[in-house]
């Protein structure tokens, strides 16, 4: 009998957010590659019932995950207290399934780099985020890469031009994010009455979650000035708010009544039925106002044959060719967002042929088969084959 290969995997979140989704597509690459995983995430969400669904093995722990609001006195104490006990969790997981291999999705999460060195255990690390501060956070993590990680995977160009300055051994390699895109392929020609929505709209749509990065308010000042020239639009919102983060969803529904947009404008909040979102959709805004690393949902955007409208900020300007498949437009300029939308909105066979290009262009560059071919070969690199 062959014993199973365990590879413990640590995930900073339980949301089925961006992150999420592309470490449900490792996992299971993982466990087609005859290994077994064994996922810690730090407390319940969607992400754990759809993995135990699909049968893989989880644990709950918190794995005191590291945010900027913690970089402070008080609140380093309390995640050094939180990867304390953390690390003594994974010492007891350890002897249980005798991990060959850590796997740490996120930069947020830092215990695993601690505790796969102390047990000289190869470590990977997916790393997301751009993250421009607090400088001492940025240098803490540099050092950490450094000190763990030969070859930690960076989702875009954007995330490599950010850290690779800073690495002085690490040599981080780019592997586009890359999804199952059969559902964003499908009609659904029924979307906008089950949504709610008005049939005779052009729908304008805007997802992420609510974080002082994803541009909520400056996508709300677009609608503003849309919907006084162009009454046959309408706005959608998808996303809830991070944790700490709700006085940010209370601005949005401030700015909504303060600017007469509650007829203009509606909020779905979170949504597990993105398919269905995107069919009901037009045109497709990320307006990001802090650096955005490869965000999945513009690749979802586009395979269900959206034109986007998104911020130069991080990887969105790898995704989205300018003038083909949408246009990019400066971060927080209002002006040259209201004008990309509105060439869009009063074209409508350029809004189509743009949506067709992008869907072309993520099933040929950004295609899950070319994502898991990169992935598998990196795994193999850090681990021998029995």
């Known amino acids: 009998m062959v014993n199973s290969r365990h590879i413990l995997f ?17 996992l299971r690459l993982y466990r087609s590659e005859g290994l077994t995983p064994v996922v810690v995430l730090t407390g319940p969400g969607p992400l754990v ?15 005191g995950i590291l945010r900027r609001k913690y970089v402070n006195p008080a609140g380093l104490l309390n995640r050094l207290s939180k990867n304390l006990k953390a690390y003594r969790f994974l010492d007891q997981l350890h002897s249980e399934f005798k991990f060959e291999l850590v796997y740490s999705n996120t930069l947020a999460v830092i215990v695993g780099a601690y505790w796969a060195k102390r047990n000289r255990l190869p470590h990977i690390w997916h790393i997301h985020e751009i993250l421009p501060g607090p400088a001492p956070l940025v240098k803490l993590l540099s050092k950490m890469i450094d000190s763990s990680t030969p070859s930690p995977i960076v989702v875009s160009q954007a995330v490599l031009d950010h850290w690779k300055p800073k690495l002085k051994l690490a040599n981080p390699e ?23 929505l008005p049939v005779d709209k052009l729908i304008i749509t805007m997802i992420g979650r609510i974080n002082p990065g994803k541009g909520q308010l400056f996508f709300l000042e677009m609608a503003t000035k849309i919907c006084r020239t ?32 509650e007829e203009n404008v509606t909020d779905l909040g979170f949504r597990t039925d993105i398919t269905k979102v995107l069919a009901a959709t037009d045109i497709f805004v990320l307006p990001s106002i802090l650096p955005d ?14 034109p986007i409208v998104a911020t130069r900020s991080g990887g969105a300007s790898e995704m989205v060719q300018d003038g083909e498949t949408g246009f990019l437009i400066p971060v ?33 560059k950004f295609s899950l088969e070319a994502f898991e071919e990169k992935i598998k070969t990196h795994l193999w690199q850090h681990l021998t084959r029995n």
């Not at 780019?174 to 709610?196: Q, R």
């Not at 046959?232 to 007469?260: S, T, W």
């Not at 002006?335 to 743009?354: P, Q, R, W």
């Open 10 to 26: 640590l995930q900073s979140s339980s949301e089925q957010y961006g992150s999420g989704k592309i470490i449900l597509q490792v």
């Open 49 to 63: 019932e759809e993995l135990k669904a699909e049968g893989f093995k989880v644990r709950i722990q918190n794995l």
């Open 174 to 196: 780019v592997i586009h994010n890359g999804i199952e895109y059969d559902e964003f392929l499908k009609t659904y020609p029924n979307a906008k009455s089950e949504l709610g």
């Open 230 to 261: 162009f009454p046959q639009c309408h706005f959608v919102l998808v996303g809830d708010p991070f944790p700490g983060y709700e006085h940010i969803l209370d601005e949005i529904r401030m700015a909504i009544m303060g600017k007469g947009l």
């Open 293 to 306: 690393s490869f965000p999945t949902v513009i690749l979802e955007a586009m395979a269900s044959g959206k």
């Open 332 to 364: 927080g300029d209002v002006a040259k967002g209201v004008l990309a939308l509105s060439t869009l909105i009063e074209n409508k066979d350029m809004l189509l042929e743009m949506g067709k290009a992008g869907r072309n262009r993520v099933l040929k």
